[in-house]
């Protein structure tokens, strides 16, 4: 079993910038790859970015340029430091674990870009 808690959503001003994190905690060793979805209401879930153990990322063509993920292994915690947010970046952030056999979810936390 895999838990995973983020933090860091919140109101911000188009351009502006917001970091997410998202810190895990349970079956560590299983985990492949984590890494931050979105879901906006009337829309599907979408692939932000992703981490794999070797540090691999990997991003959507919507956010390349101003997305960062990175991670902090001592704290088995990942970051998404967002840049120049606009309006449409507005969604649930959800944490993403993919382990072995399985796929852990965040409960996810908003992210909301004025104009």
């Known amino acids: 079993q895999v838990q995973l808690v983020e933090s860091g959503g919140g109101l911000v001003q188009a351009g502006g910038t917001l970091t997410l994190s998202c810190a895990a905690s349970?079956?560590?060793?299983?985990?492949?790859?984590m890494g931050w979805y979105r879901q906006a209401p009337g829309k599907q879930r979408e692939l932000v970015a992703d981490i794999t153990n070797s540090g691999s990322t990997n991003y959507a063509d919507s956010v390349k340029g101003r997305f960062t993920i990175s991670r902090d292994n001592a704290k088995n915690t990942v970051y998404l430091q967002m840049n120049t947010l606009k309006p449409e970046d507005t969604a649930v952030y959800l944490c993403h674990a993919n382990a072995v056999r399985h796929d852990y979810w965040g409960q996810g936390t908003q992210v909301t870009v004025s104009s």
């Open positions: 349970g079956s560590i060793f299983r985990i492949n790859a």
